[in-house]
């Protein structure tokens, strides 16, 4: 069975930082781009980032450039998202998500995990 | 970058047919996938690519590109089909995603 478990969401200050990592099991990480999805409260679904199989290309949205980072371990078989420098506005549920196939389409996503950002 | 822009909210009566659309200039390059998202869960991918549908997904759900509009439509729709519908899209920016702002679905 495919699973995507988030882990590492809470409260932040703003100016600080969180690291979500997202365990995967069911299938071979490495054959997958992954990807963030972040939703705020009653909003929409707004992407974040993605990364190649290997680890070897990374697109973030303007938003999160240069503060946040997403990185993979396929031999630990887990997704990470370093969250520093944080906003209020970054408050939201963090999805991890599984590539389709070899696209970046995303098709199978985790139950998420929230972060809110408050002083 | 661009936008994918849908309506807001949609409603429709038990057993009808109800065409859900997303409208964006990317889809003129790049077909639409569609999430289905209930209160509470995570998005479940319902449809992608040129109409295919995951495993599990019933067959009243069907999707079509009309130049830069694609279009999600359930025909029969059922009390279970009530959630949020977002329509997503790979970006200018070939390795970005973009995503509607969502279509809320009544089931009267």
């Known amino acids: 069975e495919v699973q995507l478990v988030e882990s590492g969401g809470g409260l932040a200050q703003p100016g600080g930082s969180l690291r979500l990592s997202c365990a995967a099991s069911?299938?071979?990480?490495?054959?997958?781009?992954m990807t963030w999805v972040r939703q705020a409260p009653g909003k929409g679904l707004e992407w974040v980032a993605n990364?190649?199989?290997?680890?070897?290309?990374?697109y973030y949205v303007d938003s999160v450039k240069g503060r946040f980072t997403i990185s993979r371990d396929n031999a630990k078989n887990s997704l990470y998202l370093q969250m520093n420098s944080l906003r209020v506005e970054d408050t939201a549920v963090y999805y991890c998500a599984r590539g389709l196939g070899t696209t970046i389409t995303v098709d199978f996503w985790g139950q998420g995990t929230l972060v809110t950002v408050s002083s | 970058s661009s936008e994918l822009t849908q309506d807001p909210a949609v409603s429709v009566a038990l057993g009808q047919t109800v065409r859900i659309t997303c409208q964006g200039d990317i889809l003129s390059k790049y077909y639409a996938t569609w999430y289905q998202q209930k209160p509470g869960q995570a998005p479940l991918l319902v449809l992608y690519g040129d109409n295919t549908r995951p495993s599990g997904i019933p067959d009243r759900f069907s999707g079509s590109t009309s130049g830069n509009t694609g279009s999600l439509t359930i025909i029969g729709a059922q009390a279970e089909d009530e959630a949020d519908y977002y329509c997503n899209s790979r970006d200018t920016s070939d390795h970005h995603l973009l995503f509607g702002g969502g279509t809320k679905l009544t089931v009267l």
């Open positions: 069911g299938f071979t990480l490495n054959n997958y781009w």
């Open positions: 990364i190649k199989r290997d680890g070897s290309e990374r």
